[in-house]
Structure formats: C-alpha cells, structure tokens
C-alpha cells in the first residue's frame, strides 16, 4: 500500500493567493483528518471526515479555510485569500477502526 | 478543555541507553492512547497503541505504560539507537464517544548520542 499521499509536498505562494492541497486517503479506510503543524501550536486537528462526510469542523480557523471530500479516495483542503500567518506543514490522515496514519505533509510558505 | 503534554522538551541518551518518554493526559474520559514517532521532514509514524483496559503493552523494544490513576503514560525503548531520534508524540482518543479523534501532545524530541 503507498499510504496515504499528500501533494503538494512544498508550496511558496503569495499573499491573497488560493491554496490548495490535496490528499489521497488509504483504500478502505473511513475516516480522514486535516491536521496543521506549527512551531509554536504543534499539531492541531482541523477538520475531520467519515465516509466522505465532514464530522467536526471546529478546528478550522477561519471561513478562509474549507475542506471538501467528494469521493472516498480524495480530498482537498483549500485556503482562500491566504496570509502569511498560515504557513504551515498540513497532514493528511486517515484510519480504519483506531489507528491512524499520516501522510509525509504538505509544507506551505505564505510570503 | 482536552491537553495532552503541554510541552516540548528534550531528552538525550547515549546510544545503547533505554529512554523514557513521558506523557501527561487530563482527559478522564479518553480509552485510547497512542504513541508516534516523527522524523525530521516526515509526517507521524504510528509506534504503539494502549487501550485503557490495558497497563501495559508491548512491541519491538518499546513498552508503553498506562496509568490512569494519574492520567500518565510512557514510552519506554530499549537500546535506543541513533535511528530513534525523533520527536516523539502521545495522542489520546475517546473511542466510546463514537468518532475517531486523536489530541495531540506537544512532544518530546529524543537526541540519541554515539
């Protein structure tokens, strides 16, 4: 199995500039999570899907940030204008029944 | 609210040591506890998983201890090596919730000395 893959694996963008990420889950798993990591906020859980269906979105910031499942094998997690203040490394996940992994990180850079 | 290991400190050990890693959880209701080791440059590598049910468990050359008394747990490798150093996370879970959803501690980076 190629776990769970995440692309792009870096991005430098602009100010304002739309971001999206985008993430391939493990077959057969039911579960995917967004997660965000930080320096100083270390990993924070954003937003959270079952069977294509998000669960709990209290993690997500800001109305910047949407996440959207359409399938079973995608994912995308979109920041809309972005701000420097986002860059980040953003983990996908996802699980079957308990454990869950992750996937090598997208590593943004707002300038 | 939910914290697990509010903290980031250091831990450094000669190769051939055993290491301790230390988690504090304040979430009574968690029934689920994980440990993953991260790389520099990956994402998240699960390591161990406990269940609350348990005290003990092991793996190859790790141990992880479960006390609820004090909501403490701890990753214990044996012979630690050079390809152990990493950042190392606890997460807890609440399984009889429903959902699926780990919390994060803040981790411990592990510096494995020749």
């Known amino acids: 199995d190629a776990g769970v893959i995440q692309s792009p694996r870096h991005e430098v963008t602009e100010m304002g500039q739309e971001v999206t990420l985008r993430c391939k889950p493990i077959s057969g798993h039911d579960y995917l999570f967004w997660y965000r990591q930080t320096m100083m906020r270390g990993l924070e859980l954003l937003i959270y899907?079952?069977?294509?269906?998000?669960?709990?979105d209290s993690g997500m910031p800001e109305d910047r940030f949407s996440a959207k499942m359409p399938n079973a094998s995608f994912s995308t997690l979109k920041i809309q204008p972005s701000e420097p203040r986002d860059s980040a490394v953003y983990f996908c996940?996802?699980?079957?029944?308990?454990?869950?992994?992750f996937g090598e990180g997208s590593w943004l850079t707002v300038v | 609210g939910e914290s697990v290991g509010l903290h980031l400190p250091t831990l450094s050990v000669q190769e051939g040591d055993n290491s301790i890693i230390n988690c504090a959880y304040s979430?009574?209701?968690?029934?689920?506890f994980i440990w993953y080791k991260q790389e520099s440059g990956k994402g998240p590598q699960f390591i161990i998983d406990?269940?609350?049910?348990?005290d003990k468990r092991q793996g190859q050359r790790v141990t992880v201890l479960l006390n609820k008394t004090v909501k403490h747990l701890s990753l214990q490798i044996a012979a630690t090596q050079p390809g152990d150093s990493a950042v190392y996370f606890c997460a807890e879970n609440s399984l009889s919730g429903g959902y699926n959803k780990l919390i994060f501690g803040a981790g411990t980076r592990l510096a494995v000395h020749p």
């Open positions: 406990i269940r609350s049910n348990m």
């Open positions: 899907f079952n069977n294509n269906v998000p669960i709990d």
């Open positions: 979430n009574s209701a968690s029934d689920y």
């Open positions: 996940a996802s699980s079957f029944r308990n454990t869950i992994y």
